[in-house]
């Protein structure tokens, strides 16, 4: 549903960000032009700091651009997204790779951000691995330079390695390549696999079989070509908690192949950060991040996304990028880093007359609707054709039917209510009662429907005014209808939208604490 909000919007210029005219005369550097180190762009640029981003490659978007293909993502959008970021004024250097980050800091800049990402994929080192490297690839380079065009084609039989997310991109990628027999094999069952569902899901729909208990043991190589790879055959056992053992191998099987892509993991890479900086590496070479600061042991420099905590996503990436944000404002002003403003969340009325609401309380309780794709006898025609169509307009209409409004809230004024049990009558799902108060696993019996579910707290009221029995409400069951809002004559029930309230670096700036929701209301 955002993605139609974004497909069909109208001008947006009034809504981005205004730079001021004038710097605040600090210098802050991000190395990486990918998700963490824009969106600290984006955060640092309108507070007046002259940012410069660093980037090896000859484009902006790192592993958005890199490693996610265009079928999924056009580059038409980064390229749209990413502009309105670097319009704001941003000294960006391409073709920049930064190979020293003493030489760096001695540039003068007042702070540092690295967002390099995890751009080094995982090795195999089994047997044959090295007899013939023209078909053995790594899964991230690999995408990259399908990405650049430094790759056009593939053997007819793939076997991809691995089953994450980037696994997934790899075996539909290589469809697009020219591959028609394409294996995901996994080392563990199904319900251990790292990838997202609807991955595995789109990656099937293309006709891409997924290969459980098979671990890698040996590339087979004759006459110098790759031929196939060896696997064992495993069996797991499984615990009471769902914890999984190692496994053992019932025996083993080799699967004919041309081309092997392995898509195993990621790792950080720093060897352009010099050991003696005091910058602080862990066990297995990550530096020690603070998870709510983003710095790093040396004051002044700060990690986000992959190259802080290793590979997870665009969203923890961006995240991270708005913290490290907050705090390097507040380092370059002398501030206490782990001075922050708290989230904050407010209550708003959607009452906008004696019946009618600001907000559609109409359910719906068709299927979910599926996202239309292009057809499977189209979509490999060129290596960037978008896969996901979107919704129409029209079909956005009945989906958001299907909304329980879990944004919406039952809020209720004791003092207001005069026990007429409208709201009780009208009530579809039966989630209200006014009983006499009691201890939770007493009252749990005396309601309309009894509430079994332990897992949900009761909404109890304050004693009501006319005979001091309460109101109790069951919100596992409730479906948000605002019916019982709709039908009291007194106005004791309300439906009020929650909104949250995340505080980033101009909040800091201005110094305005988020209001957050006033007690009082209680359901």
């Not at 380079?141 to 039989?157: K, N, Q, T």
């Not at 192949?257 to 066990?283: H, K, S």
Request: proline residues 4%; aromatic residues 6%; hydrophobic residues 35%.
């Amino acid at each position: 549903l955002k993605r139609v909000a974004a497909d069909n919007r109208g001008d947006i210029a009034d809504r981005l960000p205004r730079v001021p005219a004038r710097t605040n005369g600090k210098k802050v550097a991000l190395i990486g032009a990918g998700c963490a180190s824009l969106t600290v762009a984006n955060d640092l640029r309108p507070l007046g700091y002259e940012v410069t981003i660093f980037e090896a490659l000859d484009t902006t978007g790192g592993l958005m651009r890199t490693n996610i293909p265009q079928f999924r993502l056009p580059p038409d959008v980064l390229d749209e997204e990413i502009g309105y970021i670097l319009d704001m004024g941003v000294d960006l250097r391409l073709n920049h790779r930064i190979d020293s980050m003493q030489a760096l800091l001695e540039e003068g800049y007042d702070a540092i951000f690295v967002g390099t990402g995890a751009p080094k994929g995982k090795n195999l080192e089994l047997p044959g691995r090295y007899d013939d490297t023209d078909h053995v690839h790594i899964g991230i380079e690999w995408l990259e330079s399908v990405a650049f065009g430094h790759i056009d084609a593939i053997g007819e039989r793939v076997l991809i390695i691995g089953v994450g997310n980037t696994a997934m991109d790899c075996c539909r990628t290589s469809l697009r390549l020219g591959a028609s027999d394409v294996r995901v094999m996994a080392r563990k069952p199904r319900g251990f696999f790292k990838a997202s569902e609807w991955e595995l899901e789109d990656a099937e729909e293309e006709n891409v079989e997924i290969m459980v208990n098979h671990s890698p043991k040996e590339f087979v190589i004759k006459h110098g070509r790759l031929v196939g790879m060896k696997f064992d055959l495993m069996e797991y056992s499984v615990d009471e908690q769902g914890g999984i053992d190692r496994g053992t191998s019932t025996g083993e099987v080799v699967i004919p192949c041309d081309d092997v892509v392995l898509a195993i993991g990621q790792d950080n890479a720093f060897p352009w950060i010099e050991r003696d900086l005091g910058i602080e590496f862990d066990q297995w070479e990550c530096p020690v991040v603070d998870e709510t600061t983003m710095m790093c042991s040396r004051e002044g420099v700060f990690f986000g996304g992959d190259s802080a905590f290793g590979p997870k996503n665009i969203i923890w990436a961006v995240e991270h990028g708005h913290q490290a944000a907050i705090s390097i404002h507040k380092y370059c002003h002398d501030e206490d880093l782990r001075e922050r403003l708290p989230f904050g969340l407010n209550l708003y009325t959607q009452k906008m007359g004696m019946h009618e609401w600001s907000y559609s309380n109409d359910y719906d309780t068709a299927e979910r609707r599926l996202v239309p794709h292009v057809d499977l006898r189209k979509r490999f025609q060129k290596l960037d054709i978008e896969v996901e169509l979107g919704f129409s307009a029209e079909q956005t209409a009945q989906e958001v039917e299907r909304c329980l409004n879990c944004d919406i809230q039952t809020v209720f004024t004791a003092k207001l209510c005069i026990e007429c049990d409208a709201c009780l009558d009208i009530c579809p799902v039966s989630c209200l009662t006014i009983t006499r108060n009691g201890d939770e696993a007493d009252l749990r019996t005396r309601l309309k429907a009894p509430a079994q579910n332990l897992a949900q707290a009761l909404f109890v009221s304050d004693d009501l005014p006319q005979t001091g029995r309460v109101m109790v409400k069951d919100e596992d069951l409730c479906v948000h209808c605002g019916l019982c809002a709709e039908r009291c004559p007194t106005g004791a029930w309300d439906m009020q939208k929650s909104k949250l309230l995340i505080p980033y670096a101009v909040d800091e700036a201005g110094g305005e604490e988020p209001q957050t929701a006033t007690a009082g209301s209680t359901s």
